[in-house]
């Protein structure tokens, strides 16, 4: 064949699969649906559906879901998105969780993994925890559809390669690439802050929002920014750092408190544990730690008081340690309020609905989103 030939055989086979995608799409977002509505709205041609939909349907990611119409009228089959006709699995490497999303993005199953550190306990041990995960799920590798990866630090531009994760002892790791040569399967490394905000915006407190901060606060500290529906990252992929924040994450703020207080804090509890032990601790006014602890609750305020003050975000959402209590999220609201000073109402801060699943959540929603959204056209 020429090279004109193997041109247009290209252009052909990529006209498809956008068609294709945009169909998928189209019955994700309005189905039950039939073949006669989706060539109305798509403008394409009867038969072009058809063989499309018949595609789609072989491949199990779409199935029909019934008839309507009665009487004499015409009966139409509707179709929908196949609930059980893949799965996208989302891993969370900070947290060390996984969690595995049907199609129609349900989670199916969730798991705590081993906290996994370094290139060489990454590489050996995530698969085997990969694998015993989807056995116990009875998954065969086949319905698995994507991969999604929250890292906590800095991804490539093509989002395959860790170019740098401080908590995972991580530089310049191939990790996309490795996952895709043992499962086949696309796979897409995203920043935890990222994953976990795209949950919220995509299912959680921030469906509807365009410009939104979202604050974390756990073993990761940090926060993720979106601009006009736009992740914003910097000029060099590092927007986000809050420095001010740092000595309330997990780590530093258990490590403070386990000596202080080693009589209520075990030195080997997890830096996690030990925050929201401290949260428990401080919640009543009788308590123990009340004060000390309303004492981070105004450092906290006053480092998101700026930040709102700086970017005047629709909504900030806060996830982590602070946020599992509703006690203390709301005296932190009322703090951050005070120090927003806002000229007319604060902004409304709210707590993350998927909490410490977030991140995985999110990884695996951002690989369904490849799935059903139509494909890109340059």
């Given at each position: ?32 649906i ?31 879901t019934?008839?309507?119409g ?10 929908g ?12 490497l ?40 989807l056995d ?49 399967v ?15 915006r995509y299912?959680g ?20 920014i ?16 809050t ?18 207080h ?34 981070v ?42 120090s ?5 109402e ?26 059903l ?6």
């Amino acid at each position: 064949m020429t090279k004109t030939g193997n041109a247009k055989t290209g252009s052909k086979q990529m006209l498809r699969q956008i068609n294709k995608s945009l169909l998928l799409h189209l019955i994700d977002q309005h189905e039950p649906i039939s073949r006669v509505e989706l060539s109305r709205l798509t403008k394409l041609s009867p038969s072009t559906v058809s063989s499309l939909v018949d595609e789609s349907l072989r491949e199990g990611l779409v199935h029909e879901t019934g008839i309507s119409g009665t009487g004499v009228g015409r009966r139409m089959t509707m179709l929908g998105i196949k609930a059980d006709g893949g799965y996208v699995l989302g891993i969370d490497l900070a947290h060390a969780r996984c969690v595995l999303l049907d199609l129609r993005g349900s989670v199916v199953a969730a798991r705590d993994l081993p906290r996994l550190v370094g290139k060489s306990a990454i590489a050996e041990r995530l698969p085997a925890f990969v694998n015993g995960f989807l056995d116990e799920q009875r998954i065969d590798l086949p319905l698995l559809r994507r991969i999604g990866v929250s890292v906590p630090g800095r991804i490539d531009g093509a989002q395959r390669r860790i170019v740098s994760a401080i908590p995972l002892q991580l530089e310049d790791m191939p990790l996309g690439e490795q996952l895709e040569i043992i499962y086949g399967v696309p796979v897409r490394l995203v920043n935890d802050l990222e994953a976990a905000g795209f949950a919220e915006r995509y299912n959680g407190v921030a469906q509807g929002y365009r410009t939104i901060l979202y604050v974390l606060l756990d073993r990761t500290v940090g926060a993720g920014i979106v601009i006009d529906n736009q992740i914003y990252r910097g000029s060099d992929g590092r927007a986000g750092r809050t420095g001010s924040l740092y000595p309330y994450g997990a780590v530093d703020l258990s490590a403070r408190l386990k000596t202080a207080h080693p009589d209520l804090f075990p030195a080997g509890a997890a830096p996690e544990e030990t925050a929201r032990r401290f949260a428990e601790l401080g919640a009543a006014e009788s308590g123990p730690l009340y004060e000390e602890l309303e004492r981070v609750l105004q450092g906290v305020a006053d480092a998101c008081g700026a930040m709102l003050q700086l970017l005047a975000p629709e909504q900030m959402i806060v996830n982590g340690w602070l946020a599992d209590r509703p006690d203390v999220f709301e005296r932190l609201c009322r703090l951050i309020a005070r120090s927003e000073r806002a000229s007319k109402e604060p902004t409304p801060v709210r707590a993350a609905r998927w909490g410490q699943q977030g991140a995985a959540i999110g990884a695996a929603t951002l690989g369904l989103h490849e799935i059903l959204r139509p494909v890109a056209v340059d």
